[in-house]
């Protein structure tokens, strides 16, 4: 058996009350649930527009891409889940069309980076730990992400 310090002790105590806030568990199941949708809007747009490139090996990576999001999206919803909470189903998260216009979605991509900082901050301020490591390594992901689609764009831009 283990011993524990007292800080050991305190941390854990003010996690447990933390999770037990209602306000804050509130708060924290509703940024949860907009990054969930953020995402499956995202990863909608970007499988609408890969269907539209006449190059089919540049869209099997951009569906490629949608997958290893999807599975951050599956983590958020099992975090809304632990918190007592239910995902909003990804078909039901409005009316989405291709555009052609990919700096929209990195444009998107962005304004996702930053809202993932600020729900991180809040976890972490809140004592929401798991979900706050949770979101920073969907956020560190989000940045590998854009390089992979930046080079897709200039694959695609450099064979038109």
Do not use: C
């Not at 632990?82 to 929209?104: H, I, K, S, Y």
């Not at 560190?140 to 992400?145: A, H, K, Q, R, W």
């Amino acid at each position: 058996m283990s011993e524990r310090s007292w800080i050991d002790t305190l941390i854990t105590k003010f996690d447990v009350e933390s999770h037990g806030n209602g306000k804050h568990k509130k708060q924290m199941l509703e940024y949860l649930k907009e990054d969930y949708v953020e995402i499956a809007q995202l990863n909608r747009i970007i499988l609408l527009e890969s269907e539209q490139l006449a190059y089919r090996h540049l869209s099997d990576e951009l569906t490629e891409l949608v997958k290893e999001k999807q599975e951050h999206a599956d983590k958020i919803a099992g975090s809304i889940k632990e918190l007592g909470g239910e995902a909003e189903n990804p078909e039901d998260t409005g009316n989405l069309f291709p555009t052609g216009d990919f700096q929209r979605i990195l444009d998107k991509e962005s304004e996702q980076r930053g809202r993932l900082a600020e729900h991180e901050n809040f976890a972490e301020d809140y004592g929401f730990g798991k979900i706050a490591e949770l979101l920073r390594h969907i956020r560190e992901e989000n940045l590998l992400f854009v390089e992979k689609l930046e080079r897709i764009l200039m694959r695609f831009n450099a064979e038109i």
